[in-house]
């Protein structure tokens, strides 16, 4: 079954300690994106990649590193200089937005809800 | 003025009823729109894709663009317990660099009763 799988489900942390958030795809999609999920915020862009080796700071990439080595795995890193580190983060990917056949049509993972005390 | 404002309801309604969500955006360079239903504690999956204006159907579901007045709708028609999620609208210009991502609104809470 093609899919964005996101692991883990949870994930605890220390305060101070840095972690990295798992996403594949695998949907050929050439696009992928990471969102923050926060109760009466909506979804905000951190980091996006329309294409391997390359990434794009979003809305709120501070505290926040992302790398691209693979065109299925888009992992992110939350940082101990993220301020407020809790919160859902979603994993997206889409077709692409560059040449023949780009799409916005994005497609999200299940999520992994980061506690950090 | 945000750029995509949402209800943030809960919106409550009995079952069978006819669902009305809502956006409006300020962005006039927004053509692609989108509706994605979000269970709790999921991810949001994509129910319905307009380009431009007009209106689109897809079973129970009709998604309807007016440009010229900056406001999205995605009706329900007999709705069921089942549709209970948070509705989130998402919008985009034209492809390229920043102007392709999506932007979404902070969704719309509903819950329908049996």
């Known amino acids: 079954d093609g899919g964005i799988t996101q692991s883990p489900k949870y994930l605890f942390r220390k305060e101070g300690q840095n972690v990295t958030l798992s996403c594949e795809q695998n949907?050929?999609?050439?696009?992928m994106y990471w969102y923050r999920q926060d109760p009466g915020q909506g979804l905000r862009l951190i980091y996006y990649?329309?294409?391997?080796?390359?990434?794009q700071k979003g809305d709120i990439a501070e505290g926040y590193s992302v790398s691209r080595e693979k065109k299925e795995s888009f992992p992110l890193t939350v940082t101990s200089a993220q301020k407020n580190p809790t919160a859902f983060y979603l994993c997206a990917s889409s077709i692409g937005l560059l040449g023949p056949g780009s799409s916005y049509e994005q497609y999200f993972g299940p999520g992994t809800r980061l506690t950090v005390t | 003025q945000k750029e995509v404002e949402q209800d943030p309801g809960p919106l409550s309604v009995p079952e069978g009823a006819i669902v009305s969500l809502n956006c409006t955006y300020s962005?006039?360079?927004?053509?692609?729109f989108m509706w994605y239903r979000q269970y709790s504690r999921k991810g949001p999956e994509l129910l319905m894709y307009?380009?431009?204006?007009g209106n689109k159907e897809d079973g129970r579901f009709t998604a309807q663009v007016d440009k010229s007045s900056k406001y999205i709708s995605l009706f329900i028609r007999d709705s069921q317990p089942s549709d209970s999620a948070t509705y989130l609208c998402?919008?985009?210009?034209?492809?390229?660099?920043?102007?392709?991502?999506?932007?979404f609104g902070k969704g719309t809470k509903l819950s329908v009763k049996p």
């Open positions: 962005n006039s360079a927004f053509q692609y």
């Open positions: 949907l050929n999609h050439d696009a």
């Open positions: 307009t380009y431009s204006s």
């Open positions: 998402a919008m985009s210009g034209h492809y390229g660099g920043s102007q392709g991502n999506l932007i």
């Open positions: 990649s329309q294409i391997v080796n390359d990434f």
